[in-house]
């Protein structure tokens, strides 16, 4: 399984401000995926990113509200633009396995709350 | 969109007993339907997971068991101990694809 690292953890963020995610994987990977878990809710995939082209947003995401970065096979980063306190959830990284593109595997998560 | 769903929301069993949940998908264009576990703080963590080929797979005291026909699959936890309470989430691809539809999850708790 590979390695996903996960910056911040946590982080409790004022209405209106910003935050940007960060995903490091230990292996290459083509695509990337964003999931959000609403408190006491499912994962819900807000895009997959990949390398050298723009993202690809899933009903109800805009760009705007998540703009998404992958310069390069191991890294990405998701920011979540002018937060209401709706955007209070776990953002979680995902990567497929090597060899294996179907087993998704999960970072650990940010939990952020917007007050 | 194409739901799963999954039952029930929680479960409660005494250690040593078996668990079941259970999930129905609706895209018939799923093939593979994957099973994470979820501990508090933590990353959903992949347990196991099964393909359209094949009708059931197990590993060690879990167990997934699919039925195409009737789009229903089932999780099996024999022998349960108090570490394997957590949230469970199934989930099914989308469109033979990579994106995965998750259910709602099932708090499951196992008391000593």
């Known amino acids: 399984s590979a390695v996903i690292s996960q910056k911040p953890s946590r982080d409790i963020c004022q209405r209106g401000t910003s935050l940007t995610i960060q995903c490091q994987v230990d292996s290459q990977v083509t695509m990337m995926f964003w999931y959000r878990q609403q408190p006491g809710q499912s994962l819900t995939l807000i895009a997959t990113?990949?390398?050298?082209?723009?993202?690809?947003?899933e009903s109800g995401f805009v760009i705007d509200k998540f703009p998404i970065s992958r310069p390069n096979l191991t890294f990405s980063t998701l920011t979540v633009s002018n937060m209401s306190p709706e955007d209070s959830s776990i953002y979680l990284c995902s990567v497929p396995a090597y060899g294996a593109n179907e087993k998704l595997f999960f970072g650990s998560g940010t939990q952020l709350s917007v007050l | 969109g194409e739901n799963v769903e999954q039952h029930p929301s929680t479960l409660s069993v005494q250690e040593g007993d078996s668990a079941v949940i259970k999930c129905t998908y609706s895209?018939?264009?799923?093939?593979?339907f994957p099973w994470y576990k979820q501990e508090l703080g933590k990353g959903p963590q992949l347990i196991i997971d099964?393909?359209?080929?094949?009708g059931e797979k197990k590993d060690q005291r879990i167990a997934v068991t699919l039925n195409k026909t009737a789009k229903h699959f089932s999780l099996h936890i024999t022998e349960t101990q108090p570490e394997d309470s957590a949230v469970y989430f199934c989930a099914a691809n989308r469109d033979s694809g990579y994106a995965l539809n998750f259910g709602k999850g099932t708090s499951l708790l196992v008391t000593p």
């Open positions: 895209d018939s264009a799923s093939n593979y």
């Open positions: 099964i393909r359209s080929n094949v």
């Open positions: 990113a990949n390398q050298g082209s723009e993202a690809t947003y």
